[in-house]
Every structure is written in C-alpha cells, then in structure tokens.
T-cell receptor
Framework: GENVEQHPSTLSVQEGDSAVIKCTYSDSASNYFPWYKQELGKRPQLIIDIRSNVGEKKDQRIAVTLNKTAKHFSLHITETQPEDSAVYFCAASGNTNAGKSTFGDGTTLTVKP | GAGVSQSPRYKVAKRGQDVALRCDPISGHVSLFWYQQALGQGPEFLTYFQNEAQLDKSGLPSDRFFAERPEGSVSTLKIQRTQQEDSAVYLC?????????FGPGTRLTVL
C-alpha cells in the first residue's frame, strides 16, 4: 500500500519568513495530493491540493509543488504569520483505492512574532 | 451550508464497554470515510463508504470495529469491548471525487 513520509516533524520560523514542508510517497498510482492544516483540538482543514497532471499550484501565500518522477511534493508558505501556527499534514490518494488517503505524520509549525 | 458533524464530541468509556460514534456528512456527499487519529500522528484510514456500500474496510484494526451507513447518509462507527489502545480521536470525512471534508472528531478515552 501507499506510504507517505513527511519532514520535518517540527518547524519554527520567524514571522515574515518562509516555511517549507516536504513529503514523499511510494505508490506511483497516487494522483491527488492534498495538504491539511489542523489547529489544536480542531478538524483538519484542506488548504491546498494538487493533482498529478500539474507541477505547481499557488493560492495567495501558499503553494504546492509536485515532482512525480521523484515521488515528492512540498508545501511552501511565504510571509508567515503567527496564525499560520498549526500542524500541517500531507496526504496522497489515487483512483485505484477509491479516494482513500494516506497521511503523513504531520509537521508542527510555529511562527514566532 | 452545514459541514460534517460528529457526535458525541467526547466519550469516556470503561474498558470492555461498547461505544457508538455518529457521523452526519455533508448533504449529497457520496463518499464517507472514517479515520483514527492518535495523539501526535496523522489520521489513519479505517473504512470507506460509497453511498450505503462499504467498499473498503481494510483499516479496521480488529473485528471489534464495525461501521455502517444503511441509508447512504448518516454513518455509525461501533467499537465493541473497548480496550485502552482504542483511545484516540475518530474523524469522519465526507466528500465528492478526491476532496474530503472532515468533521470535528470524537475523542474517545478508554479507562
């Protein structure tokens, strides 16, 4: 089955700096890669996603890149703000497994004011 | 519109008790997923429904876990004879296509 690894497990940045979180996956059949933000005690919320037919997607301060050959994808947050502090999860899924998502173990991002 | 809701939000059970966790998906969403999230970890897949059909239950950790969605809408995850290792947050997600929208979860504590 799919295996997703996520790094780093914790990340601390100064307000205004950029943050990058990286994930690798193992199943070449995976074709959908969402990123979720989860604040303490809250539900995971989808913040951006990318499908395998594109290499990059951007939405304001967040962007995701995908390298299908290397089987890795990354989340980029620019101009970080304290409210970006949360746990971020990457996930991978594909049509062959009916949308079942395999998640990474999460990255705890702390943005210091 | 209303998002995914789950009840109860918190459940404390004594070891050996049976529990039932409810998920109300977003209206019209065909897909429904259950995940288990241990502290400090990502959600782990338990089972998946498409309408009322349970298409994948490969993630259920034992035969003590049972899920149903009889009318293709509300779903219930039942855990029989709870054990301490069942303590976790149980997340439900509904969706269409690949996108999944999560509920707030039920935090289960087994004493």
């Amino acid at each position: 089955g799919e295996n997703v690894e996520q790094h780093p497990s914790t990340l601390s940045v100064q307000e205004g700096d950029s943050a990058v979180i990286k994930c690798t996956y193992s199943d070449s059949a995976s074709n959908y890669f969402p990123w979720y933000k989860q604040e303490l005690g809250k539900r995971p919320q989808l913040i951006i996603d990318i499908r395998s037919n594109v290499g990059e997607k951007k939405d304001q301060r967040i962007a995701v890149t995908l390298n299908k050959t290397a089987k890795h994808f990354s989340l980029h947050i620019t101009e970080t703000q304290p409210e970006d502090s949360a746990v971020y999860f990457c996930a991978a899924s594909g049509n062959t497994n009916a949308g079942k998502s395999t998640f990474g173990d999460g990255t705890t991002l702390t943005v210091k004011p | 519109g209303a998002g995914v809701s789950q009840s109860p939000r918190y459940k404390v059970a004594k070891r050996g008790q049976d529990v039932a966790l409810r998920c109300d998906p977003i209206s019209g969403h065909v897909s429904l997923f259950w995940y288990q999230q241990a502290l400090g970890q990502g959600p782990e897949f338990l089972t998946y429904f498409q309408n009322e059909a349970q298409l994948d239950k490969s993630g259920l950790p034992s035969d003590r876990f049972f899920a149903e969605r009889p009318e293709g809408s509300v779903s219930t995850l039942k855990i029989q004879r709870t054990q301490q290792e069942d303590s976790a947050v149980y997340l439900c997600a509904s969706g269409r296509g690949n996108e999944q929208f999560f509920g707030p979860g039920t935090r289960l504590t087994v004493l």
